[in-house]
């Protein structure tokens, strides 16, 4: 939250900031996770948030039930220190009787059975002094219940989490596995309804699979519902024509339940994506985009790039064709390529998915053989400086604004030689092939969310 430290704005005027890390894709040293992190420029504050919260999120039922014995052992809590308080204050009241109720013993002995009237008077005003020790007693009665009754609570909380500890400790390995993935589904669902942010990390690689060649693609649908998991699979980078469908990233990962489709004419490059269930890839020795439909095994359209160079003419710093790349982000299918009025610099151009026609394009002025790799994310092309090891994300071009500026993002590059790196929005991780491994990154994003009311 944008705010200075004095009363707070309108609510119309608030806008929400903070950076999200994301695990969507278990590791052995790092599970699915949220993390925010700001700090504070020009003197004002960045509050940063923790998602999913309790307000976003449904948990579990256990989780509800621990959440509620956390709150009963708060009440007890405050309960034991109101008693506390309360028996503090008044034990403070008895001693000060107990002093005053022997300086009336001791009048009274000493009166050896006659009193004077004004003696008398002084007595009665002492007796009344000790009214109130009834109604203490009474309230030292009523603690003595309540201390018995939070005891049998503590008693009853003890025994609910002993409980829910022995349940935990029962479940298998599957039956954990099944939670954490039902956990990562709703951390997903959390993170559909954040904003579009500004890549500022990439986590440690988690190497999925190690199959194929030393080129290639592998990706996910990124329209699809989030029960279809499906993986494509695309060894080679020219002439192939072979793509592997896997029904899960289980399937996958254990190169099982798989069907093949054979595409009627060869790819070139490594570029490809799946979007709402087409495959596009580049058409071997030509400028030609491809659609081809899964379902009905049929290419639905067909239509060159406009002047894209092709064949190894303008490739990526590793070659391999690579000289049209296709994308998907949150705001749709994007071209990246060259051509020669352009002068060798990476072009960005965005496609109608149904037409193939260039809605738009942006030179970059950034020489696409300087670039290892590329990916979109939000509108903004982020260019690596090389395909090898020590390679860094070098190179942001903001397509909203027609500006860039150069980064320093590094993420490392296990294999030492990537071939292929792209972003899905819809699981919000790089899909990456990195000599014959198929690789995972996540990535840590800033965003600028505004509020209810905002323009």
């Known amino acids: 939250m944008w705010a200075t430290m004095g009363a707070p704005p309108p609510l119309s005027s608030l806008l929400f900031s903070h950076t999200l890390r994301l695990t969507l894709f278990q590791s052995p040293e790092e599970g699915w996770q949220l993390y925010t992190s700001a700090q504070a420029p020009d003197g004002k504050c960045i509050c940063t948030a923790v998602i999913p919260a309790q307000s976003t999120c449904s948990r579990d039922g256990r989780s509800r039930e621990l959440r509620q014995l956390m709150e009963k052992v708060q009440n007890v809590s405050q309960s034991m220190e109101v008693l506390e308080l309360r028996t503090f204050r008044d034990l403070q009241y008895v001693r000060s ?61 003890s025994g609910s989490l002993a409980a829910i500890q022995e349940e935990m400790g029962a479940y298998g390995y599957e039956d954990l596995q099944q939670r954490v993935m039902a956990l990562e589904a709703r951390l997903h669902a959390c993170a559909q309804k954040l904003g579009c942010g500004k890549l500022t990390g990439v986590s440690n690689p988690i190497t999925v699979r190690a199959m194929g060649s030393r080129f290639g693609s592998w990706m996910t649908d990124t329209m699809a519902p989030s029960a279809d998991s499906r993986v494509w699979y695309m060894d080679g980078y020219y002439k192939g024509r072979r793509v592997l469908e896997f029904r899960t990233l289980g399937d996958f990962i254990k190169g099982q ?16 994506v799946v979007y709402n269930g087409s495959l596009f890839y580049n058409k071997y020795q030509s400028n030609v985009v491809v659609k081809y439909h899964f379902r009905s095994r049929s290419v639905l359209v067909q239509r060159s790039l406009p002047g894209a160079g092709y064949n190894n003419t ?16 949150e705001s ?23 037409t193939l026609e260039v809605m738009r394009s942006w030179d970059t002025g950034y020489p696409k053989r300087s670039a290892g790799e590329a990916f979109m994310i939000c509108g903004v092309l982020y260019v690596t400086n090389s395909h090898l090891a020590g390679a860094k994300v070098y190179f942001a071009y903001f397509t909203n604004t027609s500006s860039y500026e150069y980064t320093d993002v590094p993420f490392h590059n296990q294999y030492s030689h990537i071939s292929m790196l792209d972003y899905n929005p819809r699981e919000r991780a790089l899909y990456t092939w990195n000599n014959g491994h198929q690789v995972l990154y996540n990535v840590t994003l800033f965003h600028v969310i505004s509020t209810a009311g905002d323009p």
């Open 97 to 157: 009787m107990e002093t005053l109720m022997r300086s009336l013993d001791a009048r009274l002995r000493a009166a050896d059975g006659s009193v004077s009237a004004k003696s008398f008077q002084e007595l009665k005003d002492r007796m009344t002094e000790l009214l109130p020790l009834s109604s203490v007693l009474e309230q030292y009665k009523a603690d003595t219940r309540t201390i018995v009754r939070l005891r049998e609570e503590v008693r009853n909380l």
């Open 314 to 329: 303008f490739p990526y710093s590793w070659g391999g064709f690579s000289d049209m790349d296709f994308m998907v982000d």
């Open 332 to 354: 749709g299918l994007w071209a990246v390529y060259t051509t020669n009025q352009n002068a060798g610099n990476i072009v960005v151009s965005r496609l109608d998915p149904h």
């Open 257 to 272: 339940n798989f069907i093949q489709h054979l595409l009627p004419q060869p790819w070139a490059g490594t570029g490809h």
